[in-house]
């Protein structure tokens, strides 16, 4: 069988991309099977009448992508079977750990009996369409009108036309992204951003493009630049400290990234998770461009966990395509969570948890504050977590592995990472996952690792 070769009048510049994505589809397709050997690189590029750094960058492109292997020694290997990715946060609670590494808002034993006192109402009032019923318009209109409340209090203006009520935000944001970013296109994100988009886009076939970040979030002229150099379809954000280093962007930071994306004609899907509980914020980007802007908002992690419901508005234009993709990946919202959430936004419970949410998380902030005297850290007043850089040359790995045999589980920074240049060893710290005086303790134990002298790690158990 003749190995597949790629078409050197198919190549178009930047040509080291254009290489990689030739073989990109070449493996999706089934054209280059698992453990094929790829030429040399001196080989291909003589082939193709390319540099040798051309040919390379191709390479360490497809790597990053996740689809071959470099074995020094041996040469390039198609790798499409691929070990799933750790999640940074610990799948379960072991023991006496004090876990510091998943993301979810505080909760006491006031959340539980609200969410008790819930499900004895729905039992008591529940509609038969919300049993019954297989069919989403049938069940979620009267949903949807409320829904449109919610969303003015997270600054936004919809029609209930425009809404999907999803299980969540993570359900959203994978249809926002199914109904802008088909197979083989291109989206943009912060470089250090959400630590599920790697694996959605090996999942769904897209490719992600890491963009600059500075202190106000993404910078516009990054955004620019990649649109101009390769196919972006679609850039991806987190404006309102959802993010990993817990970044507020500014009105003026959001109108410029929207400015960009009208310029080059792409969509944005905008991740906003914790809606109203950010006070002061900007309005979001789907405020400055509504055209074009898939919103994503949920309950989970500003009122009860369990709560797993959420609103993804979506523009005209996109409508249908949110609709069809919806429809295949989760049919419909479950109905009887959404008939609570729509109980709790309109009878004000929903705002009532928000602001207890926000109350909770000020007085962590000082706890944070207080703890890490000393320790350089970022983080916002309405945060759920704190992000870390490393000083020195600490390793990441290392540090995660010595306050884990110390009793406290923390969020490798790693987990977060998009680009590959320039990176900074770091690691995200919640301040909701657990009790303010074990968030105390946990965070002690960090900032004595951080001003003791750095060890290495003779033994893991």
């Known amino acids: 069988m003749t190995l597949w070769q790629p078409d050197p009048a198919l190549i178009r510049r930047p040509a080291y991309l254009s290489l990689a994505d030739q073989f990109a589809r070449a493996i999706h397709d089934g054209r280059l099977a698992n453990g094929a050997r790829l030429p040399t690189h001196r080989a291909l590029a003589d082939v193709l009448k390319l540099s040798v750094q051309t040919v390379s960058r191709a390479y360490e492109e497809l790597i990053r992508r996740g689809l071959i292997s470099g074995e020094v020694g041996r040469g390039s290997f198609v790798q499409t079977q691929r070990r799933e990715p750790d999640p940074p946060y610990l799948p379960e609670r072991l023991g006496e750990l004090i876990d510091l590494s998943i993301l979810k808002p505080a909760c006491e034993t006031m959340h539980h009996e609200r969410l008790k006192q819930a499900l004895a ?14 069919r989403p318009n049938m069940v979620f209109p009267r949903h949807r009108a409320v829904a449109v409340d919610w969303l003015k209090l997270c600054g936004l203006d919809a029609s209930p036309q425009n809404v999907t009520l999803t299980n969540g935000a993570t359900g959203g944001m994978t249809v926002a992204l199914m109904s802008v970013a088909p197979p083989g296109s291109t989206v943009a994100t912060e470089a250090i951003g959400h630590h599920t988009l790697v694996p959605l886009a090996r999942y769904l076939g897209f490719n992600l493009e890491g963009l600059p970040i500075d202190d106000d979030g993404i910078v516009p002229e990054a955004l620019d630049e990649a649109c101009r150099l390769t196919d972006i379809r679609a850039v991806f954000v987190q404006p309102s400290v959802i993010n990993p280093t817990a970044t507020l962007m500014s009105a003026v930071r959001r109108e410029a ?6 310029k080059h004609d792409i969509a944005i899907i905008e991740n906003d998770v ?6 002061d914020r900007a309005p979001p980007l789907a405020a400055f461009a509504p055209e074009r802007t898939l919103y994503v908002t949920s309950f989970s992690k500003i009122t009860v966990p369990g709560l797993r419901i959420g609103y993804l508005a979506a523009p005209d234009r996109y409508v249908a395509a949110v609709a069809n ?12 969570v959404a008939e609570i959430a729509t109980k709790w936004v309109a009878d004000g419970t929903a705002l009532e948890l928000v602001h207890w949410q926000r109350g909770a998380l000020r007085r962590r ?3 944070a504050r207080e703890a890490l005297q000393g320790v350089a850290h970022r983080t916002c007043r309405d945060a759920l977590h704190v992000w870390l850089e490393l000083p020195g040359d600490r390793s990441e790995e290392a540090f995660v592995a010595q306050a884990r045999l110390q009793g406290v589980a923390i969020a490798p920074g790693a987990s977060f990472r998009i680009a590959e240049e320039p990176w900074k060893p770091a690691v995200r710290i919640s301040l909701g996952s657990t009790t303010e005086g074990e968030l105390h303790a946990g965070l002690g134990v960090v900032t004595k690792l951080l001003l003791g002298d750095p060890e290495h790690l003779l033994l893991a158990i």
């Open 257 to 262: 990234i929207a400015a960009v994306a009208r």
């Open 325 to 336: 993709r919806h429809l295949v990946t989760n049919w419909m919202a479950t109905p009887m």
């Open 121 to 134: 109402w729905l039992a008591e009032t529940l509609p038969a369409s919300a049993a019954l019923s297989f």
């Open 365 to 367: 902030a000082e706890i």
């Open 274 to 279: 914790l809606g109203p509980l950010v006070e």
